[in-house]
C-alpha cells in the first residue's frame, strides 16, 4: 500500500507542476500576443493614417482628379493628405466667397485679386506663415517645388 500511495502521490505531483507549467505558458503567450497585436496595430496606423490633412483650393478649367499621380506624389513625399477642392475657374471668387461663408476655410487657397486681399483679412480667414515654416520649406528641392507650383 506504501507503493500505491507514492505512486499516487507522484501522479498528482507531476499533474500539478503540468498544470502550473501550462497556465504560465499560456499566460505568458497571451501577454506576448497582446504585445504583438499592439505593435502590429500601432504600425498599421502609423503606416496608413498620413500626420496632416491639407485643403488646397484650384481653379482650372479641368478638375484635378482625386487619383492624380502629382497629388499621390505629394501625399507620400510629405506624409500628408491632401483634398482638393476643385472650383470652377469663371466662377472661383464667388465659389471660395461661398465655402468661406459657410465656415470651410482652405489650408490653402489663390487670391487672384489684389483687393480681395484685403477683404479677406478683414474676414479673418487669413493666416500668417511662421518663419520655422518658412525655413522648413527651404528643405524641398527646387524640382519638387516646382513639380508642386505645377499642380497647382
Known amino acids: 500500500m506504501n507503493l500505491n500511495l507514492s505512486r499516487k502521490l507522484c501522479l498528482y505531483s507531476a499533474m500539478l507542476l503540468l498544470l502550473v507549467f501550462t497556465s504560465g505558458c499560456t499566460f505568458l503567450g497571451r501577454e506576448t500576443a497582446q504585445v504583438q497585436q499592439q505593435g502590429h496595430l500601432a504600425s498599421a496606423e502609423k503606416e496608413t493614417a498620413p500626420q496632416y490633412t491639407i485643403s488646397w483650393t484650384m481653379h482650372q478649367n479641368i478638375p484635378v482628379p482625386e487619383d492624380a499621380e502629382m497629388i499621390a506624389y505629394i501625399e507620400d513625399r510629405f506624409d500628408v493628405d491632401l483634398k482638393v477642392w476643385n472650383l470652377e475657374n469663371k466662377r472661383y471668387e464667388e465659389l471660395l466667397d461661398l465655402k468661406l461663408a459657410q465656415g470651410k476655410i482652405p489650408d490653402l ?25 518658412l525655413n522648413n520649406m527651404r528643405q524641398i528641392s527646387y524640382s519638387e517645388f516646382a513639380i508642386m507650383i505645377h499642380v497647382t
Open 109 to 133: 487657397f489663390r487670391i487672384r485679386q489684389p483687393h480681395d486681399l484685403l477683404k479677406y483679412q478683414m474676414q479673418g480667414v487669413l493666416g500668417e506663415i511662421s518663419r520655422k515654416s
